[in-house]
């Protein structure tokens, strides 16, 4: 069973609302669609949140999780069926807010490995007041930090354009070094991919998150925390700084 992703479709796709939908399965308040708009858990970002509304009653979506089939738990389901039709909105701000947070996690990995001597992004967290990223091998201190910061905001305010494309490992590995976009962790099996890339290939990750068109629509980022978590990593918290 798998629900086809119609917020992956384009960038732009990450910015429609509403959808509609057919349910293809049932369990308890789990539902099954055949295709949505409501992003689950993945990838270090948080689900979406939002209603679907079937032939009787709008349903709060609490939960979204899964690969190919997506599971929309809902908060109190109403009489539902296999093969009813369902209305999805999904709660616009909470992802917009999670689209800036994930492009602004792009550059910041992307600018921290040619400022730090190839350090490694080994795990991010995006949600819609802070997000953070863990880094390593590194010992942040607050000249570094700033520096960081400066140069993520500087590059925000160049207001670049955000697009997405399929590539091969192959294409990907020959524009940018493999430890950069951690393709050397990826599975061999995996070849195609889809790739998130800034300005003209400035930074080019492969992800399957949602992200703004352009990055001006982050609007700024400041660093709000930093704390040891072992073994050279560390990780960083910040927030949107509009
Ligand atoms: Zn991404």
Same mark, same amino acid.
């Given at each position: ?24 399965? *049932? #369990?308890? &308040?789990? +539902? ?8 689950? $858990?993945?990838?270090?970002? !948080? ?85 953070? *990223? #863990?880094? &390593?091998? +590194? ?8 520096? $960081?910061?400066?140069?993520? !905001?500087?590059k925000i305010q160049q207001g670049l354009e955000v697009t997405d494309s399929e590539m091969t490992r192959t294409e990907i590995n020959a524009i940018m070094p493999e430890e950069r976009t951690n393709m050397d962790l990826?599975p061999s099996f995996i070849n195609d991919l889809r790739v998130v890339s800034i300005g003209n290939q400035e930074d080019l990750c492969p992800c399957a998150g949602t992200h703004v068109r352009n990055i001006s629509e ?25």
């Amino acid at each position: 069973m798998t629900t086809k992703k119609l917020y992956l479709e384009s960038i732009e796709a990450a910015y429609l609302k509403e959808f509609t939908a057919k349910v293809i399965a *049932i #369990d308890e &308040k789990k +539902i099954i669609l055949d295709q949505t708009l409501f992003y689950p $858990l993945g990838g270090g970002q !948080n689900w979406d949140l939002g209603t679907l509304n079937g032939p009787n009653g709008a349903m709060n979506v609490i939960e979204v999780r899964g690969r190919d089939a997506i599971h929309h738990t809902v908060e109190d389901i109403f009489d539902l069926s296999v093969g009813d039709e369902v209305t999805g909105k999904i709660d616009f701000e909470r992802r917009y807010a999670h689209m800036k947070m994930h492009t602004a996690q792009h550059l910041v990995s992307g600018i921290a490995y040619e400022m730090f001597d190839g350090v490694r992004t080994v795990g991010n967290q995006i949600h819609t007041e802070q997000s953070r *990223i #863990d880094f &390593k091998p +590194i010992q942040f201190n607050e000249e570094m930090l700033t520096r $960081l910061q400066n140069t993520v !905001n500087d590059k925000i305010q160049q207001g670049l354009e955000v697009t997405d494309s399929e590539m091969t490992r192959t294409e990907i590995n020959a524009i940018m070094p493999e430890e950069r976009t951690n393709m050397d962790l990826l599975p061999s099996f995996i070849n195609d991919l889809r790739v998130v890339s800034i300005g003209n290939q400035e930074d080019l990750c492969p992800c399957a998150g949602t992200h703004v068109r352009n990055i001006s629509e982050i609007g700024g980022i400041e660093f709000i925390g930093k704390k040891s978590k072992g073994k050279g990593t560390q990780r960083v918290t910040y927030k949107l700084n509009i």
